[in-house]
């Protein structure tokens, strides 16, 4: 019996282009040391890492692209903890989540939130006006959801702005599937009354599409 | 390529079908969901490139953010035990006698005070309690009419009013004259400050105004 060589996964693919080869293969070449395997890891998971972070920090928050490069840092120092359990998509998307946290923690106590507060009042204060413009209505919702304690607004925005399903949420949460829709139904009911104490009375869905520019 | 990224939780979407969560949004939830998520396809269209220097710098940057907290506390003691002894040695240090004041005759060049001598300490004499022997009681006499006080007694008394009202101390500037009899120095002028400080409180202002009133002047 001769002797069998041993094709090491890595190598086996080492000719193969990164854009090719499936999410998996890529890690496992990242946590040997390629860098062009996380490169490719970082364009195909690029954008649902920004729309989570948008979701998340609202449109107020300049600095999104800055923390998608902080979250694919963290996740490169981390690549070696990264088991495979699940997919590598969910787990940078933990990474993004858990930073976001940080960061609107980090915003809501600064300084700096006294002195650009002027201009976030008057942005929210109107609501029918330039609504093409700036997002005015996304704004007024953040700032509602800015009342809201953390785990109420995690649930609304990942239920209602991302589309999550509830058991995509119970498992990114952490927390049963009954504990998550209850907190949407009472993260809702609260952004509504928040919503209204600002002035934004109930809008139909005509007036709904009329806002979007749609034709009625 | 395009991966279909597997659900978080796959078996979970028979009970959240049973999970009652009522589907109809407010107007302006609706309306926020569709500008959010038009604003991250925006946001996602161009994507940057990686930048490596960033990814190489973090842990750099958080071993120089553990050094600044594990030094931090080292800061702080040091600061407070430095202030501490600073201030311990301004309160037990000697008069400098350079900076004493100095005694200016009239007329002359300034001499430098010499610098007082400290008194050597003298161990205090404990007292022996010895029982003191009660007072004798006085005895209640009836009074006398005398007869009027002799006029050199009403003199006398006269004569120490006069002195007493000579020794109050004057706030004007004194002439004073150093050195010895036989070899008097040249006068000089002492602009002395009040004799006597005045009370803090007196019991008429305390029966006026209270205690706190007095205290903080008001």
Request: hydrophobic fraction near 35%; charge should be positive; charged fraction near 25%.
């Amino acid at each position: 019996m001769g002797e069998r060589e041993i094709v090491r996964p890595a190598q086996q693919t080492a000719d193969v282009e990164p854009s090719n080869l499936s999410t998996e293969m890529l890690v496992r070449r990242a946590q040997e040391g390629d860098r062009g395997a996380f490169e490719e890891l970082y364009h195909r998971f690029y954008p649902p890492v920004v729309k989570r972070l948008t979701h998340l920090l609202g449109p107020a928050s300049p600095s999104v692209h800055d923390l998608v490069q902080d979250t694919f840092a963290q996740a490169y120092q981390n690549l070696d903890r990264f088991r495979g359990d699940g997919h590598f998509c969910h787990w940078v998307l933990r990474i993004a989540s858990n930073l976001a946290r940080s960061t609107y923690r980090r915003t809501r106590r600064s300084l700096w939130s006294l002195w650009d507060r002027p201009e976030r009042e008057a942005m929210v204060a109107s609501p029918l006006k330039s609504v093409d413009e700036t997002y005015p209505t996304l704004h007024a919702v953040h700032h509602g959801l800015a009342k809201l304690s953390a785990t109420l607004r995690e649930a609304v925005v990942l239920f209602e702005m991302e589309g999550l399903s509830l058991a995509e949420m119970s498992a990114e949460l952490g927390v049963p599937l009954h504990t998550a829709a209850s907190r949407v139904r009472r993260g809702r009911d609260k952004l509504r009354g928040e919503l209204e104490r600002m002035g934004y009375a109930p809008l139909i869905q005509g007036q709904v599409a009329l806002c979007n520019g749609e034709p009625q | 390529m395009n991966e279909q990224i597997p659900l978080l939780h796959p078996g979970a979407s028979r009970r959240e079908a049973r999970t009652k969560i009522p589907q109809e949004r407010s107007g302006w939830l609706e309306l926020a969901r569709q500008q959010s998520q038009k604003l991250a396809r925006t946001r996602s269209q161009f994507t940057p490139p990686l930048r490596w220097d960033r990814l190489e710098q973090a842990p750099a940057r958080w071993r120089r953010l553990s050094w600044a907290v594990a030094l931090l506390p080292l800061l702080i003691v040091g600061g407070a035990t430095g202030t501490w002894a600073f201030v311990t040695h301004l309160q037990t240090r000697q008069p400098d006698p350079v900076a004493a004041p100095l005694i200016t005759p009239l007329g002359q060049t300034p001499r430098r005070a010499v610098a007082p001598r400290r008194r050597p300490a003298v161990p205090t004499k404990v007292k022996e309690q010895v029982p003191v022997p009660p007072k004798p009681r006085r005895t209640v006499r009836p009074r006398q009419t005398t007869a009027a006080a002799p006029v050199e007694t009403a003199r006398e008394e006269t004569q120490q009013e006069e002195q007493k009202v000579e020794q109050v101390p004057s706030t004007e500037p004194q002439r004073v004259i150093f050195g010895t009899s036989d070899a008097p120095a040249e006068p000089a002028i002492i602009v002395s400050p009040p004799a006597k400080m005045r009370p803090l409180w007196t019991p008429e202002a305390f029966k006026k105004k209270g205690m706190s009133r007095i205290r903080w002047g008001w």
